[in-house]
């Protein structure tokens, strides 16, 4: 038994170091033991970049199945999971014998995603159509891989702006479908704030879990850590570029200075993605007079946008977030898809790298994004700076995932005893 254990081990450390695991200080050789025995799959929806299917990679999931309807995630997603069969499609389209066909019909565990929910609409509820609203379609795409496999748990995530949506009718909608979908479960929800779970950004969002009924388990979620990790400590080991500078492929100019940035080394012996965007010097002039934080509207008469064709008059419209310079000594604000261009860097005077994005959203260095760094508005697909601040920060996930994961091992240990 020990020498099949041991084989199993280095099995699972070469495929940990090649592939998809990363975080070896996150998880003990006890646990990784554990996982040979008790291996849980996944299937991801509206995956992304693959944010959330890291997550839980790294609590012992393994993807059986991902999709997303933009290509340029599905790149990055197939860079970073390659063992993981990827269908870039509107979901709407893809049927179960499309996903049976490359998981030989295997059941997953726990059905994982975060379908856009910012349009949904009860407007025809008392007509009995809600679920043909074409602002609910994505929602109830999801809901039907739950009625296709009855999996042991589910777990969405969304905006937690879900819960005052029509005065909370649509969170009970919500929780009601989940409720008798598939062969029914225990719903609950809460708001998470991904600081909390060693994220370095107090991004906050709505995590649904549901338990199947008959596993006799309730939905859980992850205590909050004791520690804080702060922009400093995400990013100050980064090579120091300019605005205009950098490289797709650089080498670190320093050893890692803390916990944090030794995780996100892990496996990687080079930088990606940190490559500046390049600035005006005017802009340059503007970055420097906005102290930590403070944004664009605190230096509005010197530095304010000016109107175009007319660049000596100040432009009528005004955007809050633009240009806030965020503090070095603190998580940073909501890592959004816009984040390009919403925040200047602590310390030098030029926006924010999609690698310190990254760091920022807790995705180790060895996780490449592919696609456009930016885009333009004619340009199809995501830009890797979208890619990212749409991602579910890894760290969130992985304590997401491990409390699920321990909650039906220890019913499950129950249950033999």
């Not at 719903?187 to 709505?206: C, F, K, N, T």
Request: charged letters at 25%.
């Amino acid at each position: 038994m020990c020498v099949i254990v041991l084989l199993e081990y280095h099995f699972f450390i070469y495929q940990y170091k090649q592939i998809d695991f990363i975080y070896t200080k996150l998880i003990s050789f006890s646990t990784i033991i554990k996982f040979q025995f008790i291996n849980m799959t996944s299937i991801d929806l509206f995956s992304g970049c693959g944010g959330m299917t890291l997550g839980f990679k790294m609590a012992g999931f393994n993807s059986i199945f991902a999709s997303d309807v933009d290509e340029n995630a599905g790149k990055t997603f197939i860079r970073n999971f390659p063992n993981t069969p990827f269908k870039v499609a509107d979901i709407c389209q893809i049927t179960k014998e499309d996903v049976d066909e490359v998981t030989d019909g295997i059941i997953p565990d726990v059905i994982i995603g975060g379908p856009p929910c910012q349009g949904f609409s009860l407007a025809n509820k008392r007509r009995g159509s809600i679920k043909d609203d074409p602002r609910n379609r994505l929602f109830y795409q999801f809901v039907k891989f739950i009625n296709w496999y009855s999996p042991k748990s589910f777990v969405m995530e969304n905006v937690k702006g879900l819960l005052s949506m029509q005065n909370g009718e649509v969170i009970k909608t919500i929780v009601e479908e989940f409720t008798n979908a598939g062969a029914g479960y225990n719903v609950d929800y809460r708001i998470l704030r991904a600081s909390d779970y060693g994220v370095p950004q107090v991004r906050e969002r709505v995590i649904i879990i549901g338990m199947r009924k008959d596993i006799n388990i309730l939905p859980d979620f992850p205590k909050p850590l004791n520690s804080i990790v702060t922009v400093d400590d995400a990013i100050s080991d980064l090579p120091i570029i300019y605005a205009g500078g950098g490289s797709e492929i650089q080498d670190y100019a320093t050893e890692p200075q803390n916990d944090y940035q030794k995780q996100m080394r892990l496996y990687s012996d080079k930088v990606y993605n940190h490559i500046a965007m390049k600035h005006t010097k005017r802009l340059i002039e503007r970055f420097k007079a906005i102290k930590p934080g403070q944004g664009l509207l605190d230096v509005w008469d010197t530095h304010g946008a000016v109107k175009r064709g007319a660049p000596t008059e100040k432009s009528n419209i005004k955007f809050h977030q633009n240009n806030q310079r965020v503090y070095g000594n603190k998580p940073a604000p909501t890592i959004a898809a816009s984040f390009q261009s919403n925040f200047i860097h602590p310390h030098l005077d030029r926006n924010f790298t999609a690698r310190e994005g990254a760091r920022l959203q807790s995705f180790p260095d060895n996780f490449i994004f592919e696609g456009m760094r930016t885009k333009m508005s004619w340009e199809k697909g995501l830009s890797q700076y979208q890619q990212i601040g749409n991602a579910v920060p890894p760290l969130l996930a992985y304590h997401i995932a491990k409390k699920l994961k321990d909650s039906i091992e220890n019913e499950r240990n129950y249950q033999n005893t």
